[in-house]
DNA sequence: ACCCATTTTGCAACTTGTTGCATAATGTGC
DNA sequence: GCACATTATGCAACAAGTTGCAAAATGGGT
C-alpha cells in the first residue's frame, strides 16, 4: 500500500496531473519506488473514488485531457497514519544477485558482461543523483522540508554506490580468472 | 520472471521439498529476495506442470506428506537462457524513505524512532550476513560455485550496511534538531 | 481544412505477491 | 492409543504490478 501514498506525497508537494506524476516518479521520487503511468491513473481513479483527493474543476468531463488533482483533508489524514504506522523493513528484489547466484551453478556463460553493463547504468544513475544534489540544495539554510528530501536523495545515492562498488567488485573478481 | 528460476537454482544446488526451499529461501537466497511458502508451492506446481520439474517419485499421492523436486534438464536449459538474458536494472522498492519523505510535508511526527527502529533491525540482518560469511566462508581454497556464493553474499551485506549507515545520518540529524 | 505526431488519459487481460484459512501427516507426552 | 502441537502441503480470494493497446485532445505544418 506505499503507491497511494506516494501520490498523495507528491500532489502535497503541488497539485499535478497524471502525467506529470508520472515524470516526477522517474525524477524526485523514483530513489526507491517507480510506478507505470497505468498504475499511476487507476490509482488516481482510487484515491478520488474514496475522497482522498479530487480533480481541480474544469467543465468538460475529459478524455485525453488534462486533469489537476490535490489533496483533500481525508487525505492528508491518510498520509499521516502511514507516516506514523509501524512497519518491518522489507527485503530488497533485485533479480541481479540472483541471476550470479544461478551462474554458479549453471556457469558464467555471458555474465560478467551483463554484470558490468549493470555497474555502468548504475554509475550513470550514481551521477545523475549527484547532478541533483549539487543543483537542488546548493549549501545554505535548508526547510525542514528540504532536510528530509536531501536526506531521501542521499539515501538513493548511497545505495547507487552499493551497488556500483559491488559490481566492480564482482567483475573484477569473476572477470580476472 | 524471477521467481521460478530462483526456485530452480535453489533446486540445482540442492533437490528438496517446498518447506524446505522456503526456509532456505530466508537464508542464503534471501539476501535479495523472498517467497513466501505459499508462492513457492504454486510455482512448484506449476514448473512441474510444464516440465521443468520432476517430484522425485513416492508411493502415496500425499497431502500433508513430504515432496522432494529435483530439475529436469529443460529445467537448467531454461535457467541458462535467463541467466544469458539481458535485463536491465529495477529501482528498489523499500516504503521507508518514501514514508520519510512524506513526513516531510505532512511533520516528522513519530517517525524517528521507526527510523532507528530500522536501523537495529538491518544491524541485526548484518550481523547475521557476516555470521554466514564467517561460518560458511572459512578462508582457503573455494570452488567456484563457492566465491560465486561470497560474492553474492558479500552483496547483502554491503546493502545492509549501506541501509545501517545512512539511516544512523538520518536519526542523527532529525533526532538532533 | 486536413494530416500527423505528440500528449494525456484510460481499459482490459495477465502475472506476481499477499493474506487467511484448511487439511493431512508426524512427533511427543501422558 | 489419545490429545495436541508441529510439520508440510495446499486452496481461494484478493491486492499490486505489468503489458499491450486504444482513444480523445492538442499543436504543428502545409
Redesign the pocket.
Known sequence: ????HAILTALLEKPS???????RFDRSIGYF???????I??????LEESGLIRALPSE?????????YEVLPEGRRELCRWVERREDP?VG?DPLPLRLRAAGVVGLRNLVPELARHRDLHLARLREYEEFERRDFPGGALTEQQRVQLLVLRGGIDMERGWVSWLTRAVDELGGG
Chains 1, 2 share one sequence.
Open positions: 500500500m506505499s503507491l497511494p496531473s497524471g502525467l506529470e506524476l508520472t515524470r519506488w517507480s510506478a507505470t503511468h497505468q498504475q491513473y487507476r490509482e488516481l481513479g482510487k468538460v468531463p475529459a478524455r485525453g485531457r488534462r486533469k489537476e522489507k528484489r
